[in-house]
Nanobody
Framework: QVQLEESGGGLVQPGDSLSLSCAFS????????MGWFRQAPGKARQFVAY???????????RYPDIIRGRFTISRDNYKNTLYLGANSLKPEDTAVYYC??????????????????WGRGTQVTVSS
């Protein structure tokens, strides 16, 4: 069974950076496209970033929040690990960050319902 486990979250100040990781196990990692989502208290789960199986296609949230330029999604298929680099963090980035996996093609990659497996999440708090 596929399992995902996020790590790397924590408390940082505005303007700081974090690197999140997602360890994949229980399947063939390179058969799955991957996504990062986040969820703040009282809000719906929000798409952050997507990467295809080979790591050659990426996409980021454009509206209402502009992620491109501050967040970078990547993967290492030899280490079965997904990454999210987060730079110039803002208080509004505070959320639980989740990684997710799906077998492509499977529709809109920004739709959380298109993903079959989810990690438990890691808390990112941006505060002075």
């Amino acid at each position: 069974q596929v399992q995902l486990e996020e790590s790397g979250g924590g408390l940082v100040q505005p303007g700081d950076s974090l690197s999140l990781s997602c360890a994949f196990s229980g399947g063939a990692f390179n058969d799955y496209s991957m996504g990062w989502f986040r969820q703040a208290p009282g809000k719906a789960r929000q798409f952050v970033a997507y990467i295809n199986t080979a790591g050659t296609v990426t996409d980021y949230l454009r509206y209402p929040d502009i992620i491109r330029g501050r967040f970078t999604i990547s993967r290492d298929n030899y280490k079965n690990t997904l990454y999210l680099g987060a730079n110039s963090l803002k208080p509004e980035d505070t959320a639980v960050y989740y990684c997710a996996a799906r077998t492509p093609p499977n529709g809109d990659w920004s739709d959380p319902n298109s993903y079959s497996y989810w990690g438990r999440g890691t808390q990112v708090t941006v505060s002075s």
